[in-house]
């Protein structure tokens, strides 16, 4: 097995240091190697515009909104998962909403996997990820890898197949009894293979969950005789979609994700490790979409986001782009929402229960450019202790409402949507 490493777990938004601390969800000590490493990474990440983590001095630094996993080259691997409440929560209730999120977001296959099992599978989401994709890809070693011919041109001291007669004419003396010959060989060296044994060589030396690492020892014997992909990229647009190929469609997601295809954040640097982080307000984004994809009636037109609306024109050309997270249609009756990854307190009505104004400026722009000065808004933002019910409306006109409603990630369920008028099926009015 390889190395035992250091697993360290945080929520967004909370502290690392290289001094010694009372170690909780918000704040851990790592290593000045690992300190070292994620300002290197923070530093790569800001020039494509985001940014990993606050520094504070030599000692300090502190997370942002990014979740997931970092593994370092000195073995730590950091956790960082989501903050949905401000005080409560566990971290095994951190850990069950990040794969549920993950799995509705990158449409990862759930076979065999509920609620419970999600609440009772502790390990850190590494071991998760590298988990599935182990047992997908076991079931498809059981129904058995795809072959293809592929052409050989060797030489041989025997016939076999074609003779290459240019090259044999061209042979030394001395060497007549040697055979120029194209063949083909029945081989499973195809892109999907390939990419499915460079994961599984990450898999083999990241886990550090027993059951994982032995399970990935017996499925590297299994394909020994496949090379492991070096042209991620390339290998990923080769990956076949035919019939033939449909035993192979569970593994993928899988498989991208362990080896950054699927990540909106790419890691640059010379460590291979597994790394994967996601925006949260991200995920929360397209996961509000997810949930209302299934709710809304057949008839509605659903963008995520809108982008057919701008703030003014110059020139006759539009500028300042407008772009709602989620704007619904049906016929006549449009609506807009925005999502909000962030912490209300619904009872701190001095402070604004921690709304930003620049927000209702652009809800208001949205208002005007998408429906008409009239129609229904809202800001969706995740239910919290502090923040369980909807706040009153917000008045920006007689015939422009603003709703601030929470979203409740553990029952699925957005609090107050009954205001807003949403075009649910009926089985959903029903309920």
Not at 34 to 56: D, H
Not at 227 to 256: I, M, N
Not at 310 to 321: G, Y
Request: glycine share 6%; charged share 25%; with cysteine.
């Amino acid at each position: 097995m390889t190395p035992t490493r250091r697993c360290i777990s945080v929520r967004e938004h909370g502290w690392l240091s290289t001094e010694p601390v009372r170690a909780t969800l918000d704040c851990a000590q790592v290593s000045e190697s690992a300190f070292e490493y994620l300002c290197r990474l923070s530093e790569q990440a800001s020039r494509g515009g985001a940014r990993l983590v606050q520094i504070e001095g030599q000692r300090r630094l502190k997370l942002d909104n990014f979740v997931g996993v970092v593994q370092t080259p000195c073995g730590t691997v950091l956790e960082i998962l989501p903050k949905h409440h401000a005080e409560a929560g566990s971290l095994a209730e951190a850990r069950a909403l990040l794969r549920k999120l993950l799995e509705a977001v990158l449409d990862l296959p759930a076979r065999g996997v509920g609620a419970a099992a999600l609440q009772l599978f502790e390990a850190p989401l590494s071991e998760w990820v590298l988990g599935r994709f182990l047992r997908e890809l076991d079931t498809l070693l059981g129904r058995g890898l795809r072959f293809d011919y592929q052409r050989v041109e060797e030489e041989l001291p025997f016939m076999r197949g074609q003779l290459d007669l240019n090259q044999q004419l061209r042979q030394p003396p001395g060497r007549q009894h040697r055979f120029h010959v194209r063949h083909e060989v029945y081989l499973p060296d195809r892109p999907e293979n390939r990419l499915l044994k460079r994961a599984l060589e990450r898999a083999r030396t990241s886990t550090q969950d027993p059951e994982n690492w032995r399970l990935a020892q017996e499925l590297s014997s299994r394909m020994l005789e496949i090379p492991p992909s070096r042209q991620l990229k390339q290998d990923f647009r080769a990956w076949g979609t035919d019939r033939l190929l449909a035993h192979y469609r569970p593994v993928r997601p899988w498989c991208e994700l362990i080896l950054g295809e699927h990540m909106p954040l790419a890691l640059a640097g010379d460590f291979e490790g597994l790394s994967m982080l996601f925006p949260m307000e991200k995920l929360f984004e397209r996961y509000v979409a997810r949930w209302l994809q299934r709710r809304l009636v057949a008839d509605v037109t659903l963008r995520t986001p809108a982008r057919f609306k701008s703030l003014c024109t110059q020139q006759d050309q539009p500028i300042f782009q407008l772009e709602p997270d989620l704007f619904i249609s049906r016929g006549g009756e449009h609506w807009v929402l925005d999502t909000k990854w962030k912490l209300l307190d619904g009872q701190d009505r001095a402070a604004k229960y921690g709304l930003s104004q620049a927000d209702f400026y652009q809800l208001y722009a949205y208002g005007q450019k998408y429906l008409g000065g009239a129609g229904r808004m809202a800001l969706i933002y995740p239910r919290t202790e502090s923040f369980r019910t909807p706040l009153a409306p917000f008045e920006f006109n007689a015939g422009l409402r603003l709703e601030v409603l929470p979203f409740d990630l553990d029952r699925d369920e957005l609090v107050g949507d009954e205001r807003m008028g949403l075009p649910y099926r009926a089985a959903r009015l029903a309920a």
